[in-house]
């Protein structure tokens, strides 16, 4: 096994595949399935402060090489998770990434309080916690904010502010590509002190039901996610990998190891796996041999050989 | 990856796989089938059908592109499955009857062999009836209604328990029907699904007891339970 | 056969089923796969003022669900089209787009011109000629202009201007789904005197070629296209015609009767058709054929009882 | 759609496959083939290899998703042609050899078959030798090189003309070897298509007389006109 440990924010990941939220629960699904102490990192299921139910209707659509989700942030909230997932997270090896959303800038700040607090107490108990925060300012399914932080520059620099004082974790900021500027919106955050850029979060997209002739989607629109969107993410990751000095998590339709290895030579510094997940329920592990073989076969010792050279 | 036995299609857009392998299933369970790398997205849930000591039977209705895919495999070729999923039906003991409409009638088969004391079988169809053969051995009274509405034949008192996996339609009338009887009402649910082991809040949906998910929570839930107001098949 | 017509711009289109520029050639190529004069219209190659030889390299490569291309407007020249092209164009039905490209707003004003005389003679004399100009302010694949008069409404605003008070033909503006604010620069067009609306064009997307280490296209980005972005494209299209008076021709990954009628739902006038007559030489054929089934099976008279309805 | 009367597996990774139809092609054309229906987008530009009077055979090398789906195509089967396309082969009357490598035999055979006097053929494989046996009973010589160079064995002065098709480095090799001599060379060359038809500019590509569409303007072209120096070949 070639060593494949990547660092983002003064964190060492064991090597560059973190599973994206949303995707892969608080992996104790996922455990069923396979080691998944053998990953990188896991940034759990997008959290609030209170419990939300999600939205209702149709969730889920196909498209062509992707998916629609209209899930809307469904989670037992901040409280629970930190009470009922964290006996889970202590057990396990990855970075643990808490996935933070919300709808307006109270409850990211509180949010993000709650989290850290908690991190600060089990750390003093040498116990594992929560390694770094991943503010979600992008998701598209929540109507009351969510997704307009993540179109404006300057709208998001206030969040990002704010949760930034907030919080002694490392935190990275999850941009959406819907966002008039990715590269403004990048550069803003490492001018605010982010630590790290995770990008991107789903396209905001639509599906129309010719026959009931509405949306498919109660929201009307949902988020695109999976193979459909890879060449677009991966132009975006290396568009802001070139402008910022901070660490990129990459992402978006990454589905075999030649596809973590392109976001890797785009810059990213890990990557995150989403709707592979589904498509491969054992993805983690065979993204991590298939990486293996490639570095086997072009003689790279590490990642940091090939990171950015394009 | 497994190996498929037989595809053989038994109707109209009717289809049985069988699969090679030694599984441990519960009756009501499904798995996530997959026969195709990309496309489409995502895996395909299928109940179980029936068991055998090598192999699994699904038996599933072509509708669209995955299920087209499906009816194309053939002997020899591979298909990917995982599972078993989902909680599958509560083993009661008692008088029991099983309702299934159209392609639902697919996990009762593997249902009715787990009754010592065979339950009687009810199997309504829009236009043509099959697979009913297959249920003879396992059925006390196997009742069989095409084109009509099969739930008028069954005198709900007679049971405890019922069974049913069928149209949102069917099973909500199955409900009422049941409604204020001593009668207890197990219902199999269909709902997209992207992960199937409840990682993903796809398939979630609200029911009186909170949202529930119908990959890891169901496919079965009491019909008490259900929120029969809201969409809850998708 | 139920009655298509459609109108955008005061001209009559006897279907919704028009051809994206760039996949249809001239039409000539097509017209031996299947019967063109049933098309409702045709939007031409990107032209420019001068001859241009295209991009180096490759050219073209598959994604999930799309593709990706990197053309670089390869064209004979707008005095060629005329001359040549021409030729062929008068003899057929369809409605005549000439889809103009350019490097620089002395390029695009020329060229208009060019095509506005050449049309105003040919009118003259009681010949067919070039019915609309489809301004192509997007395209991803051409360095020196291209894509950045398609990002920022201010600085389109300044060549629909300039072509606007060039040209007496009826003029549509094609926006890029790179733009900063699609809803924004739908609207500046409108204000600028546009008669229609043409979107999307590509995204901005990439391929890296793990072994040779290098973006596959020379140009480094290339253009997105197919199936894989029409959930994108539909909401864009959907948002743009909630916002403007004007008609929209939508387009993006339409591969199917039922796409078609999703974006004449979602408010699009008529569509185009690009990619995926790659995908089917006698797309056009059988789109026609798929909508009349549809309106058939729905009851549908006219495409205005469902036009917008979402 | 057309049938599919056969496809098999010739050698590692060769596949021939027959279709039904009754088919009339130039020597040196190709068709656009799909057997799928959205997924992979585009449809794969195969030579035609063969021509009888009720079916039409091609040959290809299973190197990515299209092709690994061909191969799955069996008996009965359907898959859609669109044409013949390309320009072909300009038939020359004068001493000629056929000059294949690789998968790019595949054009010669139907190739060899439009001469009345036999041509020499020469064809040369990396490690395995396939379809060696069809060409003979229309070559005046046949000549099988694996593992090595077959060019070493030709004397270029022999020919009027040569028909080549195979890796890009042995056209330009032939092109190279016969410079100067009193030979016309053809050169088929392969490049990625979209339309296949000359609509899309994708298959593009600079020659000595400006840019040439490979699908409509090739894929053959005199080895003198070709650019050597740009990469045709992509
Ligand atoms: C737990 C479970 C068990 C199932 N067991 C069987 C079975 O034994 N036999 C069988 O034939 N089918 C079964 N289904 C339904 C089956 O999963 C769908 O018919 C199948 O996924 C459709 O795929 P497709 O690609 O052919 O159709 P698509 O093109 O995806 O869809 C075609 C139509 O089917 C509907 N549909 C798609 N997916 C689902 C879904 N997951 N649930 C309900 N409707 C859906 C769509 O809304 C659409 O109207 C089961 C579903 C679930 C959730
Ligand atoms: C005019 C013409 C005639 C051809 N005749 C034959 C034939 O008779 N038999 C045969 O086996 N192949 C032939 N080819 C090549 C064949 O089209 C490609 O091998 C095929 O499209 C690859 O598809 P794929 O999905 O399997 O591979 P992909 O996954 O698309 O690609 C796999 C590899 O093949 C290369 N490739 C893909 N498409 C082409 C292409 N169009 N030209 C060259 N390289 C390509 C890619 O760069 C990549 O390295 C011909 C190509 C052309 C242009
Ligand atoms: C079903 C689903 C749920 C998601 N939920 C969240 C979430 O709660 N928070 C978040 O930041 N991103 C969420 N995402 C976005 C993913 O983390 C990821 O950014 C996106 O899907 C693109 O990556 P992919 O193409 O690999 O899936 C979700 C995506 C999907 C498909
Ligand atoms: C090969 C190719 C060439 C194109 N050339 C042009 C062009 O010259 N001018 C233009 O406005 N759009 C051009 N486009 C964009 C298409 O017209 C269309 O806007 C885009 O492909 C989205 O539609 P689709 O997904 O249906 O292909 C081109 C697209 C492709 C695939
Ligand atoms: S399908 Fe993912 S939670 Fe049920
Ligand atoms: S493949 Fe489209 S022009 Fe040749």
Known sequence: MKNLACEVAGIRFQNPIVMASGTFGFGKEYAKMYDINKLGG???????????KGN???????????????????????????????????????????????????????????????????????????????????????KEG??????????????????????????????????????HMAVMCEEEGAEAISLVNTFTGMKIDIYQRTSVFKNMYAGLSGPAIKPIALRMVHEVAKQVEVPVMGMGGIASASDVIEFIMAGASVVQIGTYNFMNLRAGEELLAGINSYMELENIQSLDEIRGII | MHTILSNECIAKGIYVMKVKGHFQVKMGQFFMLRAWENHPILSR?????????????????VVGEGTRLFARLREGDSIQLEGPFGNGFVHESGRVALVGG????????????????????????????????????FANELHICVNGNVLDHIEWTRYDYVYTCG???????????????????????EKRMA???GACYGCSTPSKHGNKKVCTDGPVFLAEEVNWHEEFSL
Not at chain 2, 169 to 188: I, P, Q, R
């Open chain 2, 102 to 137: 159209g392609i639902g009638i697919a996990p009762l088969l593997y249902t009715a062999k787990q009754f010592r004391n065979k339950p009687d079988i009810f199997l309504g169809f829009r236009d043509q009836a099959y697979l009913t053969e297959a249920y003879k051995p």
């Open chain 2, 45 to 61: 849930p299928i109940s179980v059908c029936n068991v055998e000591h090598e192999h699994i039977e699904f038996m599933y209705k």
């Open chain 2, 195 to 197: 992960c199937g082991i």
């Open chain 1, 42 to 52: 896991i940034s759990c299921k997008g959290l609030t402060l209170h419990p939300r």
């Open chain 1, 56 to 142: 209702g209707g149709a969730r889920l659509m196909e498209t062509s090489g992707g998916m629609l989700n209209s899930i809307g942030l469904e989670n037992p909230g901040i409280d629970a998770f930190l009470r009922e997932e964290m006996k889970f997270w202590e057990t396990i090896e990855p970075v643990k990434i808490a996935n933070l959303g919300g709808s307006n800038i109270e409850e990211y700040v509180l949010g993000a309080m709650k989290i850290t607090q908690d991190a600060e107490e089990r750390r003093k108990q040498n116990r594992r916690a929560v390694d770094m925060i991943e503010l979600n300012i992008s998701c598209p399914n929540v």
């Open chain 1, 146 to 183: 969510g997704v307009a932080f993540g179109i404006k520059t300057e709208v998001a620099r206030e969040v990002v502010r704010e949760v930034r004082q907030m919080t002694s974790l490392p935190l990275a900021v999850k941009l959406s590509p819907n966002a008039e500027n990715i590269v």
């Open chain 2, 167 to 189: 149209p949102y339609a069917m099973m909500k009338a199955v409900a009422d029907l049941t409604k204020g009887l001593d009668v207890k009402v197990y219902v199999s649910f």
